[in-house]
């Protein structure tokens, strides 16, 4: 980190940073600010300990706690563009410690995740109010494990568009974050072997960060068992060498296959609403939603540093 008084520069003397302009200035202190982490959440608990169990106050529990970026504590300017690139997400009480400030997020940049153990907490029942997690609103960017994505959700009658299948798993997320601007599928690279529809991270995984790359339009996604999809279209392959039962066997489809049918539930939604010639648009169907549809990106998760592959029996997914 540049000190934020002067610098040293080899050969050409040394020059202090506040004679630079304001905008230059605020570049480097922008630059130093992470880049893209994933918030991966490991679960929600209430804000306070004396409040009751039904309690909707809650809070974040991450897996990996990132650290605030050091710009911070440098100096006033610095920590003044990281207040405005950023904000703190999850404030709670942590005995005996007092308060816990949240975590520094970015929210055009990060990403909050939610696996399949985390698939309906967003979901509310009746008569129920929403979970509120302070800054939850203002996340842009959703993460759903390829596992959680639509698990717990029936496929459509032959009755029903394909738009009521996707809103009925996205609508949710709108209930809580209004501004998404992105739904983000992913795909962890290494999976057990048992059960590969449905296949988790091996143990421990979640310790190590994750790296995300993009995820080619040809990687094949285990998708729904056959008792799921009722009669496989002519596209599904059946997934070699998978010892189960007919019944259950698993499916591959593409990526870019999944990624357009979303897209096209999308479109479909949005010819419901009567705009069948008009272009997707934001703020559509509802006023209070400041994206919509939201963009649909795919990413397959490396755990850097990890070696639980060589412990654990898993599922590469083949990129190549």
């Known amino acids: 980190m540049m000190d934020p008084e002067s610098s040293t520069s080899q050969g050409t003397g040394s020059f202090r940073l506040r004679d630079l302009p304001l905008e ?6 922008e630059f130093a600010l992470p880049q893209c982490r994933v918030f991966h959440v490991k ?5 306070r300990l004396w409040m009751p169990p039904d309690s909707r106050d809650m809070y974040f529990k991450f897996h990996i706690n990132h650290p605030p970026p050091v710009a911070l504590h440098v100096c006033s300017e610095a920590r003044t563009v ?3 690139k950023g904000f703190f997400l999850s404030p709670h009480e942590a005995r005996p410690h007092g308060e816990h400030p949240g975590f520094w997020f970015n ?9 399949r153990n985390q698939r309906t907490s967003f979901h509310v029942k009746p008569n129920q109010p929403r979970i509120r997690v302070a800054g939850w609103d203002r996340v842009l960017n959703v993460g759903l494990e390829w596992r959680a994505f639509f698990r717990d959700i029936p496929r459509p009658s032959q009755d029903e568009n394909i738009s009521n299948y996707w809103r009925a798993a996205i609508e949710p997320l709108y209930a809580y ?14 999976r057990h ?7 988790r991270e091996p143990y421990g995984a979640q310790n190590f960060e994750p790296e995300l790359l993009p995820l080619q339009e040809d990687t094949p996604i285990p998708w729904e068992t056959h008792r799921n999809l009722g009669r496989p279209p002519p596209r599904v392959r ?4 998978i010892q189960m ?4 066997a698993a499916s591959l489809i593409t990526w870019s296959e999944v990624k357009r049918d979303i897209e096209k539930g999308f479109e479909e939604d949005d010819a419901v609403d009567g705009a069948e010639t008009e272009p997707a648009r934001e703020g559509s169907p509802s006023d209070d939603r400041d994206f919509y549809p939201p963009r649909i990106l795919g990413w397959l998760m490396v755990r850097v540093g990890a070696t639980f592959e060589h412990d654990n029996p898993v599922y590469h997914t083949d990129t190549s």
């Open 24 to 29: 230059i200035r605020e570049l480097i202190w």
């Open 43 to 47: 679960g929600m608990s209430r804000q």
């Open 82 to 84: 990281a207040l405005r």
């Open 107 to 115: 929210p055009d940049k990060d990403i909050l995740y939610l696996d």
């Open 177 to 190: 974050m209004p501004r998404m601007k992105t739904v983000n599928y992913i795909l962890p690279k290494a």
């Open 193 to 199: 072997k048992g059960g590969v529809t449905w296949g």
């Open 238 to 241: 059946l997934l070699a060498g």
């Open 245 to 248: 039962g007919a019944e259950h």
